[in-house]
């Protein structure tokens, strides 16, 4: 069975509208200004939310960036929670390409580094929960991405193989794990940074999700 493991954020969905929101939330609450602009800082937000709270530490003068992210975190998770799908929209075509994987006999699971309860609870936002039988997210395991381990329980869950899996993502991150776990990667190209993710060397582009299977029987046996 070939396994196709998905991220989640800037790869199926684009959530970077919701994370950034949250991120000024978390930073309201600290008594700051919002520092986070939706479309010019998408890219940071794919990158988690410490990333979102460290930019804004360094917009704000803040030498303690750790220190800030550590403060905002939690409130960022949960203004999250509470907002969660109001500008998240998943990226086009992605639920008929997944149908026609599943259709084909291949098995599709999630592997993101967004807590666990907050990716189930988009995926069943999005309407995508039956379409993914294995999910893990940052938490599910004690490592998360780079590791390969959350990707090689992505694959377990599926019933399939490392021998004939691929990993679909957007950042370097993805691109490490798959690497870490010697199964090929491909980088979408409708994220934030377009095209220059081909810099980091996947084993394949994607433009669009309608390209989706032929770039799987390229990679798969």
Do not use: W
């Amino acid at each position: 069975m070939r396994s196709v493991v998905f991220d989640l954020d800037g790869t199926l969905a684009d959530t970077a509208g919701d994370l950034i929101a949250a991120a000024n939330a978390a930073l309201e609450g600290l008594g700051h200004t919002p520092q986070l602009v939706m479309g010019d800082d998408d890219a940071t937000a794919f990158a988690g939310g410490r990333a979102m709270l460290r930019l804004a530490a360094a917009r704000l003068g803040i030498a303690d960036s750790e220190g800030l992210a550590d403060a905002g975190y939690q409130a960022l998770l949960d203004a999250y929670g509470a907002e969660i799908d109001t500008h998240t929209t998943l990226y086009p075509g992605t639920v008929a390409a997944v149908d026609r994987l599943r259709r084909g006999g291949h098995a599709t699971g999630i592997c993101t580094n967004k807590p666990e309860g907050l990716a189930v609870t988009l995926i069943a936002r999005l309407g995508l929960t039956d379409r993914f039988p294995a999910l893990i997210g940052a938490d599910t395991l004690p490592t998360r991405k780079p590791d390969p381990a959350p990707l090689f329980e992505t694959i377990a869950r599926l019933g399939g193989s490392p021998d004939n899996a691929v990993l679909i993502g957007d950042t370097v991150t993805d691109r490490k794990t798959a690497a870490a776990a010697g199964i090929p990667c491909v980088l979408v190209t409708f994220g934030p940074t377009g095209r220059a993710v081909a810099d980091l060397a996947p084993d394949a582009l994607l433009d669009h999700y309608d390209q989706l299977d032929a770039v799987l029987d390229q990679l798969l046996h």
